[in-house]
């Protein structure tokens, strides 16, 4: 696949036996944002990592949000920002809320993040306030969808969004990044009467969603040859029990779901509602909020132990990857976040918890169908671009969910192997060749991957002492 956008840091491949190029960034002057704390972490970096490849893809990929994707504005008076996915000019609540989720330890003592965090925010909120619904935004929001793909979707579409498929995560997503940037600073200014107004709604949404007294008003339907891009059933999708669970539609790879509840995303979402509710109370004495985001939180958590597993073929329990409520059960696991193996890192258990363990052990291996063992690495990929193709994203989960340094260790090394020479994480790659690849520009996986970094120099620095060989 040839590059585009060599102005935005993306040239072309590094010649087969050369030694790593100075940085890939965009020049000084052509980056869309600057922090001086990241700026910083980039010098401190290189005494700590001692093989000069994986430096050099660090140097390029931790900033790659700020330097290509952030357009900064006022609106109502304070700081608005808009955070497109790369390669694609729209903004995603997921992956704008990923794409930035790894600088938080720096807003505290940075101005630049905290101005970056509190824009998003507040345009986070302002898209939910348009349509709790969508999943993606215009920068515009009086705009049609510039999305080519999204312009004849049977479903209703307002001005400001750019796509409708409804996911559980996007609004999960909003919510951990509100807390987080809460629980890194202490900053209460984004959480103003449009966010409060927001956050109502999301909990109406998900309530809407359990579809306890009737379908809802969601449908969505695609003229389209691929079945994962839209759903049956007049846009509803394949029935269920009424069990608490929230019915999502789509998985967070923009999928269409089999079976309506989605298992990691219902535990995430119990997770950002209790997050949810500690906000709602401290921060504007909302007793009634939080209350409503407990409530909701233990209905799911009831249903999900009740409902949630499946056996695995070996007298244990695992987690599902979707049900139906009927007792019917979906194992498989998708590279995008919320997926079973990335449970820990949302919060949603413990690394060692048992259950976890066990399905993590399944997620790795053959007995999901997605995943993926070729001539150059082995990985978690999905149905979205197809059979043999390894998602960076998923290796760069299974580093951050392992305690086991050999185990880290080779994910590091099929990270640095694989990014074809362009210094870059990609959306996936070929399981038998690198230069197979998708989207050159996928600022959430590079971010993954700084993150990745940042979380081993403070919890195995010895790792990256050694040069991967």
Not at 193 to 201: G, S
Not at 285 to 308: F, I, K
Not at 418 to 447: I, K, L, Y
């Amino acid at each position: 696949m040839a590059l585009a956008g060599a102005g935005l840091g993306l040239a072309g491949p590094v010649p087969a036996g050369a030694m790593p190029t100075p940085s890939r960034r965009p020049p000084p002057g052509q980056r869309s944002y600057a922090s001086p704390a990241v700026e910083a972490v980039l010098r401190d970096a290189r005494g700590a990592i001692a093989d000069a490849e994986l430096y050099w893809l660090f140097q390029n990929c931790y900033p790659n949000t700020l330097d290509t994707t952030v357009s900064l504005g006022t609106l109502e008076g304070g700081p608005d920002a808009f955070v497109i996915t790369g390669d694609i000019p729209c903004l995603w609540l997921r992956d704008s809320s990923a794409q930035v989720w790894p600088y938080l330890p720096l807003a505290r003592a940075d101005a630049a993040l905290r101005q970056l965090y509190q824009g998003l925010i507040r345009r986070q909120a302002r898209c939910i306030l348009i349509d709790p619904y969508a999943n993606a935004y215009t920068r515009d929001p009086g705009a049609a969808t510039p999305l080519g793909w999204a312009a004849q979707d049977m479903t209703e579409m307002k001005p400001g969004v750019a796509e409708r498929k409804w996911e559980v995560d996007s609004l999960c997503h909003v919510i951990r990044l509100s807390h987080g940037y809460w629980r890194a600073t202490g900053d209460t200014a984004p959480f103003d009467t449009d966010w409060r107004q927001a956050m109502r709604l999301v909990v109406r949404t998900f309530r809407e969603q359990q579809r306890l007294d009737g379908p809802g008003p969601y449908r969505f339907q695609r003229p389209t040859e691929t079945p994962t891009d839209s759903l049956p059933l007049d846009g509803q999708g394949f029935p269920t029990a009424k069990v608490g669970l929230i019915h999502s539609m789509f998985r967070p790879s923009d999928d269409a779901c089999v079976l309506p509840f989605l298992i990691p995303a219902n535990l995430f979402a119990a997770t950002s509602l209790r997050q949810l509710a500690e906000m709602a109370q401290v921060i504007h004495d909302d007793a009634g909020l939080a209350a409503a985001c407990r409530s909701l939180a233990e209905t799911v958590e009831g249903a999900l132990v009740r409902h949630g597993r499946m056996a695995d073929g070996e007298g244990r329990d695992i987690w599902a990857y979707e049900v139906d409520g009927f007792g019917n059960a979906l194992f498989l696991d998708d590279a995008n976040v919320p997926s079973l193996l990335g449970l820990p890192y949302l919060g949603c258990c413990h690394i060692h918890d048992p259950l976890y363990q066990r399905t993590r052990g399944r997620v790795l291996s053959g007995r999901n169908p997605y995943f993926f063992k070729g001539r150059v690495a082995e990985g978690v990929g999905g149905p979205h671009v197809g059979l043999g193709m390894i998602w960076p994203m998923a290796i760069i989960m299974r580093a951050l969910t392992s305690d086991d340094d050999r185990e880290i260790r080779q994910c590091l090394i099929w990270l640095k192997t694989t990014h074809a020479g362009t210094g870059f994480m990609h959306e996936a790659f070929g399981q038998d060749d690198p230069a197979h690849f998708t989207r050159p520009w996928f600022a959430w996986a590079n971010s993954l991957f700084g993150e990745l970094i940042l979380n081993l120099m403070a919890r195995k620095p010895a790792l990256l002492r050694q040069p991967l060989n």
